[in-house]
Every structure is written in C-alpha cells, then in structure tokens.
C-alpha cells in the first residue's frame, strides 16, 4: 500500500470514529439523564437551525412536543431521532435512527447556511 493510500485510508477511519462517537453520544443523551449542553458535541451556531427544525417537526400530543431545553443535547437528540424517523411512541430511537437524523441533519443544515450566506 502506498502512503498516499494509507494516509486516505487513516483520514476515513477517522472521519468514520468521529460520526460513530457522536451517534453514541446522541444514544447516551435521548433522555436527557446527563444534562450535557450542545456545544459538547456540536457547534453552537447549530442552535438556531435545530430550533426552526425542531418547530417544524413537534406535533400536538406531549409524546410530539421536545421536551428538553434549547441548548441542551438531549434537545439536539429529540430533533435527530425525529428526523431519522421516531415518531416519539415506540420504544426509545437507537443509534441507526439517530445516524439518519444526523444525515438529514446536515443536509438541512447545509441548505440552511447557504441560505443565510
């Protein structure tokens, strides 16, 4: 393998752990038990997006409404998980919804800043 190969490949195994981690924080906070504040994980500026989207996805019934505060990572988790397809009423979201909601996540978040660049 050439280094140029290698150097490829370590930036993908990187790039690879970096998502998963964030996954599994987004499992360890979908209730809220640790209180860890967004910018533990994410960018702050994320904040006004998540918001706007997290609007977009409540619905009428408590199970549908986010429960946790702005700011925090459980909030940020409620959003992902609902955008990864959780509707709120069956079992708790794992770490494929919530990758989906990651996924989802930034391709509305790319959109979002191209619309306010």
Known sequence: MT?????????????ILIAAIKVMQL???????????LSDVFDPDDEPALERICQSL???TAKQKNPYALGSLAYAAWVFARLGGWTGYYGKPGPIVM??????????????????A
């Not at 280094?3 to 790039?15: D, I, Q, R, W």
């Not at 499992?27 to 504040?37: I, Q, Y």
């Not at 990758?99 to 306010?116: E, P, S, Y």
């Open 3 to 15: 280094a140029s190969c290698s150097s490829t490949l370590e930036k993908l195994v990187t790039a």
């Open 58 to 60: 409540e619905g009428k």
């Open 27 to 37: 499992v360890d906070e979908r209730e809220g038990k640790t209180k860890r504040p």
């Open 99 to 116: 990758l989906r909601g990651l996924a989802q996540f930034h391709a509305i978040k790319h959109g979002w800043n191209l619309r306010h």
